[in-house]
């Protein structure tokens, strides 16, 4: 149904969009305008809550329907948005009917009928029982690669758009805060990337506004907004919304910042995150019911992690034991067909942090058997195992490759558990790195990498490497497919259900 939206709709939506983000904080129109246009997320069986922004304060309304024309359209109002929040603003739908096309459209009203924006409309689904597809990546305006126009902008995000999926988790580095954005940056090659940029994101965020300014720069490129418009987001975050590999309690060897501290520092990235995208629930961790057939488990592997050392101790921790003892719970207590572990960072590779990479950023260390973070990883395959919990696999990004591993306890050290699969997508917008050392620990075997040649890295989207994966959902099998943004298959492998 792709035609739910009018061509004339969605020309005028985005072009007040465009407008709004070259003249924020400048003019004022005589309505409201909607300045990024709209974005539903956290779609569920009979729920999603659809986010917008304004350019000053107002009410955010929501009008939804199964009808084109909206005559049947129910209306649900949400809270006066204001500077508290950058003007955003989220409404929850509920009641929805399943296996149903929504429409949608959103504006906001000045109070005692003062006037009101136009209508910025979009579309979603509700999940169906038989078969849909969803795809996941990470990684956006990554290594100071942001919106360049002689490229044509984030276009991996078009290619998305043009798989045509119910639903796209973003694995997480929304934005890269820590990274800035300046207008030329020059290659090894001599070729040069030139970046539309702007005072706030040419520097490392420090200040609320500047986090802010980071993902209303995402906004403001056409195929961002044109996805956001017809596939809703389920967002978690991982180290770049704050600084590469940060950890709670860290004094940042970095500087760039005036204050170090990358507790302060993550606050600020969390409020903006959670402003800027349609989150659902108090926190990242969450689970997401998407019909009979598949329940995503979001994990959030920031918040509760021991710092980054050489990973070889007798603790450590990635999800904390609350989390951990959560995530066993979602998972055995789930009665979908299918359960996704939407995990921020790979299971399998040794990432190293600090000078020499003497640190460890991720669970694994290189060798068995479980040590230091691998403990708390093993205490959840194993419960997982001695509850019987079957049809998982995981899904990442982060590393800047692609990949496929198949885990196998016949080929572990130290643990037991049931076999299972775990795949790597990405970046879609930043720089190409790896591959990295696969942890023998849990006994992964490398089905598939898709990476920069052997000497070389932080290759740019231009180079052909940007990714994402491909999952079509069914009740006998995940086809699941690693596909670079022209839309080419480089790796399929069905996981048939246990």
Same mark, same amino acid.
């Given at each position: 149904?792709?035609?739910? =939206?009018?061509? #004339?709709?969605?020309?005028?939506?985005? &072009? *007040?969009? +465009?407008?709004? !983000?070259?003249?924020? $904080?400048?003019?004022?129109?005589?309505?409201?305008?909607?300045?990024?246009?709209?974005?539903?997320?956290?779609?569920?069986?009979?729920?999603?809550?659809?986010?917008?922004?304004?350019?000053?304060?107002?009410?955010?309304?929501?009008?939804?329907?199964?009808?084109?024309?909206?005559?049947?359209?129910?209306?649900?109002?949400?809270?006066?948005?204001?500077?508290?929040?950058?003007?955003?603003?989220?409404?929850?739908?509920?009641?929805?009917?399943?296996?149903?096309? =929504?429409?949608? #459209?959103?504006?906001?009203?000045?109070? &005692? *009928?003062? +006037?009101?924006? !136009?209508?910025?409309? $979009?579309?979603?689904?509700?999940?169906?029982?038989?078969?849909?597809?969803?795809?996941?990546?990470?990684?956006?305006?990554?290594?100071?690669?942001?919106?360049?126009?002689?490229?044509?902008?984030?276009?991996?995000?078009?290619?998305?758009?043009?798989?045509?999926?119910?639903?796209?988790?973003?694995?997480?580095?929304?934005?890269?805060?820590?990274?800035?954005?300046?207008?030329?940056?020059?290659?090894?090659?001599?070729?040069?990337?030139?970046?539309?940029?702007?005072?706030?994101?040419?520097?490392?965020?420090?200040?609320?506004?500047?986090?802010?300014?980071?993902?209303?720069?995402?906004?403001?490129?056409?195929?961002?907004?044109?996805?956001?418009?017809?596939?809703?987001?389920?967002?978690?975050?991982?180290?770049?919304?704050?600084?590469?590999?940060?950890?709670?309690?860290?004094?940042?060897?970095?500087?760039?910042?005036?204050?170090?501290?990358?507790?302060?520092?993550?606050?600020?990235?969390?409020?903006?995150?959670?402003?800027?995208?349609?989150?659902?629930?108090?926190?990242?961790?969450?689970?997401?019911?998407?019909?009979?057939?598949?329940?995503?488990?979001?994990?959030?592997?920031?918040?509760?992690?021991?710092?980054?050392?050489?990973?070889?101790?007798?603790?450590?921790?990635?999800?904390?034991?609350?989390?951990?003892?959560?995530?066993?719970?979602?998972?055995?207590?789930?009665?979908?067909?299918?359960?996704?572990?939407?995990?921020?960072?790979?299971?399998?590779?040794?990432?190293?942090?600090?000078?020499?990479?003497?640190?460890?950023?991720?669970?694994?260390?290189?060798?068995?058997?479980?040590?230091?973070?691998?403990?708390?990883?093993?205490?959840?395959?194993?419960?997982?195992?001695?509850?019987?919990?079957?049809?998982?696999?995981?899904?990442?990004?982060?590393?800047?490759?692609?990949?496929?591993?198949?885990?196998?306890?016949?080929?572990?050290?130290?643990?037991?558990?049931?076999?299972?699969?775990?795949?790597?997508?990405?970046?879609?917008?930043?720089?190409?790195?790896?591959?990295?050392?696969?942890?023998?620990?849990?006994?992964?075997?490398?089905?598939?990498?898709?990476?920069?040649?052997?000497?070389?890295?932080?290759?740019?989207?231009?180079?052909?490497?940007?990714?994402?994966?491909?999952?079509?959902?069914?009740?006998?099998?995940?086809?699941?497919?690693?596909?670079?943004?022209?839309?080419?298959?480089?790796?399929?492998?069905?996981?048939?259900?246990?």
């Amino acid at each position: 149904m792709r035609g739910v =939206i009018t061509r #004339r709709q969605w020309l005028v939506g985005s &072009a *007040a969009a +465009g407008v709004a !983000a070259c003249t924020r $904080g400048v003019v004022r129109s005589k309505r409201p305008m909607v300045t990024h246009g709209v974005q539903a997320g956290d779609v569920q069986t009979d729920r999603a809550i659809i986010w917008a922004r304004c350019d000053e304060a107002a009410r955010l309304v929501v009008e939804w329907s199964t009808i084109e024309s909206f005559g049947n359209a129910r209306r649900v109002a949400g809270e006066v948005v204001g500077p508290e929040t950058d003007h955003t603003g989220t409404v929850t739908l509920t009641g929805l009917p399943p296996a149903q096309m =929504i429409v949608y #459209r959103a504006r906001f009203e000045r109070e &005692a *009928a003062r +006037g009101a924006s !136009a209508w910025v409309y $979009g579309r979603f689904a509700t999940p169906r029982a038989d078969r849909f597809r969803f795809v996941w990546t990470g990684d956006t305006c990554g290594q100071g690669y942001g919106r360049n126009p002689e490229w044509g902008g984030l276009k991996g995000y078009a290619a998305l758009r043009h798989a045509e999926p119910a639903f796209f988790l973003h694995s997480g580095d929304l934005i890269y805060a820590d990274n800035p954005i300046v207008a030329e940056k020059r290659l090894p090659d001599g070729r040069i990337w030139r970046n539309i940029t702007n005072p706030a994101v040419g520097k490392v965020a420090e200040t609320l506004d500047e986090f802010r300014a980071r993902f209303a720069y995402n906004y403001e490129d056409e195929h961002v907004r044109a996805l956001a418009a017809e596939v809703p987001i389920l967002a978690q975050w991982d180290d770049h919304e704050t600084h590469n590999n940060w950890w709670p309690g860290q004094r940042l060897e970095d500087d760039r910042y005036q204050d170090p501290d990358a507790t302060k520092l993550a606050a600020l990235a969390l409020r903006a995150t959670r402003e800027w995208t349609p989150i659902g629930g108090p926190t990242v961790n969450r689970v997401i019911h998407y019909g009979p057939l598949l329940d995503v488990v979001v994990v959030d592997l920031r918040t509760f992690r021991t710092p980054n050392d050489a990973n070889r101790g007798e603790t450590g921790a990635m999800l904390g034991a609350a989390q951990a003892g959560w995530l066993v719970d979602a998972l055995s207590s789930s009665t979908a067909r299918w359960k996704i572990v939407a995990c921020d960072q790979p299971i399998a590779l040794v990432i190293g942090d600090g000078p020499g990479d003497t640190r460890q950023e991720g669970y694994g260390n290189g060798a068995g058997p479980p040590l230091g973070r691998e403990k708390e990883l093993a205490g959840v395959l194993t419960a997982l195992a001695a509850r019987n919990v079957t049809n998982v696999a995981w899904l990442t990004a982060d590393v800047h490759y692609a990949a496929a591993h198949h885990f196998d306890p016949a080929r572990a050290t130290g643990v037991s558990f049931l076999p299972f699969w775990e795949f790597v997508a990405g970046p879609i917008h930043a720089g190409t790195f790896g591959p990295n050392e696969l942890d023998p620990t849990f006994g992964p075997e490398l089905k598939f990498q898709w990476a920069p040649p052997p000497g070389t890295g932080n290759l740019a989207p231009w180079d052909g490497l940007q990714s994402f994966g491909i999952i079509d959902v069914t009740a006998d099998a995940l086809h699941v497919s690693l596909v670079g943004i022209d839309g080419k298959p480089r790796y399929t492998v069905d996981l048939p259900r246990s």
